[in-house]
């Protein structure tokens, strides 16, 4: 089930306002968030426009979890950070995403809830794609 509006289901022009596509996974797309101040913040979406957890079977909802891992893993490898943390929101969007935020300790926002969009840090296109290929690398 796609949503014509949806940036995760639509791609294109929809998601290049904030992201840029990497790759699928087994369940999910892994998407690169454009706004960098967390070096390697991306978003796990998964493959359908569903609103909740709950509102995928027991078996997608693992291999969701699992992809989130996997990302979670490859950034940890890629960039080396303190903490990643996990935030599940949606309720503008409604479609089922994680965002992956990588925390460095001596850097923007240790010890506090990220921001959603601090729009402070916008890369070149080289500089997006030398961080997604050391991401696909650690995949």
Not at 51 to 80: C, Q, T, Y
Not at 83 to 103: E, F, I, Q, R, S
Not at 111 to 127: H, I, K, Q, S
Request: aromatic fraction near 10%; hydrophobic fraction near 40%; proline fraction near 3%.
């Amino acid at each position: 089930m796609k949503d014509q509006n949806c940036g995760y289901c639509m791609r294109g022009e929809l998601l290049d306002a904030f992201g840029i596509f990497i790759c699928d996974l087994q369940v999910s797309s892994l998407i690169l968030f454009k706004e960098q101040s967390h070096k390697g913040r991306c978003i796990v979406a998964y493959k359908d426009h569903v609103s909740e957890l709950v509102d995928i079977s027991p078996e997608e909802r693992a291999l969701f979890m699992e992809d989130i891992a996997k990302a979670s893993n490859a950034i940890h490898k890629a960039f080396g950070p303190k903490k990643v943390n996990y935030g599940a929101y949606g309720d503008t969007g409604c479609h089922l995403h994680m965002h992956l935020v990588p925390k460095y300790e001596d850097e923007f926002e240790w010890g506090d809830v990220f921001a959603m969009n601090p729009g402070r840090t916008y890369l070149t296109d080289a500089e997006y794609a030398a961080i997604i290929d050391a991401i696909k690398e650690n995949l």
